[in-house]
């Protein structure tokens, strides 16, 4: 069965602590993987695309990375701003299906 | 930039109530989606469409039906609205060739 998993569920950080929050999965077939910001009560908004294992991406303070097996969200000196739910999506090879984790909620502390 | 732009942010309907959720693209993407976001379950699909009167059955299509008569907007519909229905509704578009899904900024539907 296609699974995405991510972890863990929340994470508070003090402003300036870096972490990494995680996306496994298990599919059939990976044409890409998605990483996606949500606010409280909004839709989700577009982070990053990933369609091999050894590729990165990166935004202001956010790195994406991707092996066969997981990607990982790299959030270095994170601000409170930076605090809402980060998702992860993989699109399945042949399909126009993708399947989502549930999310890690993500808290910055000033 | 893409904008996906969804109806009504907040509903509150009564049961048995016939609901119509409406979402427009305006970017020419020929794939529409439907999702329903609950805590604890993550996004899941409803129905999807890639093209214009085409649609394809998603995880959870029960109770539910859509319409893509013009290419740029893609409905959905409650036909008799039921408490278990209430929830975060997400409409996404994307682009073939490119795949990211682009999030219209979700409807609160309350059924009473």
């Known amino acids: 069965e296609d699974q995405v998993t991510q972890s863990p569920e929340a994470l508070r950080l003090q402003e300036g602590e870096s972490s990494s929050l995680n996306c496994s999965y298990t599919v059939s077939g990976l044409r890409g993987l998605f990483w996606y910001r949500q606010d409280p009560g909004k839709g989700p908004e577009f982070l990053f695309t990933?369609?091999?294992a050894g590729e990165e991406k990166e935004k202001e303070r956010l790195k994406a990375t991707l092996t066969k097996k997981e990607s990982f969200l790299h959030i270095t000196a994170p601000k409170p701003e930076d605090s809402a739910t980060y998702l992860c999506?993989?699109?399945?090879?042949?399909?126009?299906?993708?399947?989502f984790g549930t999310g890690t909620r993500l808290k910055v502390l000033a | 930039d893409v904008k996906v732009t969804q109806s009504s942010r907040y509903l509150v309907k009564r049961t048995g109530e016939k609901v119509f959720l409406e979402c427009v693209q305006d970017m020419d993407h020929e794939n529409m989606f439907w999702y329903r976001q609950d805590p604890g379950l993550g996004l899941r699909l409803i129905y999807f469409s890639y093209d214009v009167k085409m649609k394809e059955k998603g995880d959870i299509p029960e109770g539910y039906s859509v319409s893509r008569e013009k290419k740029e907007r893609f409905s959905l519909i409650l036909e008799s609205a039921s408490t278990n229905q209430t929830s975060m509704y997400l409409c996404?578009?994307?682009?073939?060739?490119?795949?990211?899904?682009?999030f219209g900024q979700g409807t609160r539907l309350t059924v009473v």
């Open positions: 990933l369609y091999s």
């Open positions: 996404a578009s994307i682009s073939t060739g490119v795949y990211e899904a682009f």
């Open positions: 999506a993989v699109h399945l090879s042949g399909t126009y299906k993708y399947i």
